[in-house]
């Protein structure tokens, strides 16, 4: 399975960004996608998760109401909306997968998952 981040960028507080996670290789078995972030100095650590079966969703506390997972299964594609920014958001942002229909109760722990894609880079200035 490959997985291939893009959309970061630097972002005033307040503004928005969309990031892309493209994924592609897996043949036998259904995918739950999830994006974690990793801030300087910091653990890496689970933003939300979506399945692809059935569009079931979670967030991390600290997202909720401002960020929103959505898939596009035609184009083999997650994004994650992240509107409302703030400073405190910034960090490399990863998308990662682990083979399942469904989002499970340990979706933002990182040994969850089997497969990681490159980071993308969000900068949100205050």
């Known amino acids: 399975v490959q997985l291939q981040a893009s959309g970061g960028g630097l972002v005033q507080a307040g503004g928005s960004l969309r990031l892309s996670c493209t994924v592609s290789?897996?043949?036998?078995?259904?995918?739950?996608i999830a994006w974690f972030r990793q801030a300087p100095g910091k653990e890496r650590e689970g933003i939300s998760c979506?399945?692809?079966?059935?569009?079931?969703?979670a967030y991390a506390d600290s997202v909720k109401g401002r960020f929103t997972i959505s898939r596009d299964n035609a184009k083999n594609t997650v994004y994650l909306q992240m509107n409302s920014l703030k400073p405190e958001d910034t960090g490399v942002y990863y998308c990662t997968a682990r083979e399942g229909r469904t989002v499970l109760s340990n979706w933002s722990r990182r040994e969850a998952y089997d497969y990681w894609g490159q980071g993308t880079l969000v900068t949100v200035s205050s």
């Open positions: 979506i399945s692809r079966a059935d569009g079931s969703t």
């Open positions: 290789g897996y043949r036998y078995h259904d995918i739950a």
